[in-house]
């Protein structure tokens, strides 16, 4: 798609038209850099460089993102946040989108890059176009198992045409299964969940975006992370609101209230799940 005219993009982008015409090329970028700068590397990267936060990065995480923000700019010319830019440049790309009515497009080229670089078939590129501090459109996808998952506000949340969630959930917590990250919850909370959890069974596949769409196609039930960034929950957050889900953190019913930059989150598919689960994580932190 060409690059909007710069005199009627603040009218042009607000309308469902552009939105869908906007998403339509972000999926077929995602695909097209998962084939052209992810999977040739995939099982030919054996190592990344640690990051001050102690996270990884790789030579296909840099490739992807730096094709990406050149790509993304043909869709939507307004400034690019990627995980791996330095911090001074994420928060003045964040100030100028914020400033800018264009919005900001949020980079994860591989959400799950320690289990990219081990050979752990489970990671995905994350996309989403923020505008007015919330996510309008959200692209995440998972070129192992051709899982193309996408959302624009509005209009509900899909998985390669298929529309979310997939199936029925439960609406008793006690036979829920829940996508639970240990790394940075309290340790009462985390001692709690390990030993006594109000849900049947626990897994965690090491993709937080992942974790927002399986949560929001029904395959977990619920969900608890101590701490994400913004290129984490971004486009996964979009998708399990247009999924019919819920989300909050751990002090904020207003999940966009809390601070960009880092959020814990508390979600659930199901209504009562939701606050059942809500009201045990808070009663036990």
Known sequence: MNALNA?????????????KRMLDATVALVRE???????????????????????????????AEQFLHGRLQEVCPCPVIGEEMPPAAQQAGWHNGSQD????????????????INGLPCFAVSIAWIRQGRTR??????????????AREGNGAYLNGRRLPLREVTGDIRRAVGGVDFKRIPKQLADRIAVSPPFFSQRNFGSSTLDWCNLAAGRLDLYLHGGQMLW???????????????????????YDAEEVW???????????VFVAWRDWVRQNT
Request: charged residues 25%; aromatic residues 6%.
């Open 262 to 272: 880092r959020r814990p989150v508390i979600a659930a598919l199901n209504p009562e």
């Open 137 to 150: 459109l959200a692209v995440t996808f998972n070129p192992i198992t051709d899982e193309m998952f996408y």
């Open 232 to 254: 984490d929950y971004a486009a996964g957050s979009l998708i399990l609101r247009e999924a019919g889900g819920q989300m909050c953190t751990l002090t904020e019913d207003d």
């Open 7 to 19: 005199n009627s993009q603040v009218a042009t982008l607000v309308t469902d038209g552009e939105l």
């Open 33 to 63: 850099v998962a084939q052209r700068e992810i999977m040739p590397r995939f099982l030919r990267v054996s190592h990344g460089q640690r990051k001050d936060d102690g996270s990884l990065c790789s030579e296909a995480d840099l490739a």
């Open 101 to 116: 009515q264009l919005g900001v497009w949020c980079i994860d080229p591989i959400d799950g890059t320690t289990n990219f």
